[in-house]
């Protein structure tokens, strides 16, 4: 069965940093494009990053973009996210999400994603 296990959130202050992780276990991880999401509450989840299945080509959301950084290393089937400036309205639970394609692009819409994680919450203080 196919498993993703984000981790590396927490409670971080506004300008500070963390790296999230996304561990892919029971998958031909290269043969899977990538992507981060987030819900806060009462708000709908929305796309953050993604990237294609050989790393060649990643996407952002204006909000993060220049501030996350996406990344994928297929020998270890991890994807991660790190995240830099973090700001108060970045928080929220972060999933991360796993794609059938191994086509040049990787998708922003999470009904094109197979499979999801658990999530993540990170909380940033002001």
């Known amino acids: 069965q196919v498993q993703l296990v984000e981790s590396g959130g927490g409670l971080v202050q506004a300008g500070g940093s963390l790296r999230l992780s996304c561990a892919a276990s029971?998958?031909?991880?290269?043969?899977?494009?990538m992507g981060w999401f987030r819900q806060s509450p009462g708000k709908e989840r929305e796309f953050v990053a993604a990237?294609?299945?050989?790393?060649?080509?990643?996407k952002y959301a204006d909000s993060v973009k220049g501030r996350f950084t996406i990344s994928r290393d297929n020998a270890k089937n991890t994807m991660y996210l790190q995240m830099n400036s973090l700001k108060p309205e970045d928080t929220a639970v972060y999933y991360c999400?796993?794609?059938?394609?191994?086509?040049?692009?990787?998708?922003?819409?999470?009904?094109?994603?197979?499979?999801w994680g658990q999530g993540t919450q990170v909380t940033v203080s002001s």
């Open positions: 999400a796993a794609e059938i394609n191994t086509h040049w692009y990787a998708s922003a819409a999470a009904n094109a994603y197979d499979y």
């Open positions: 029971e998958i031909t991880f290269n043969s899977y494009a």
């Open positions: 990237i294609n299945w050989s790393a060649s080509m990643s």
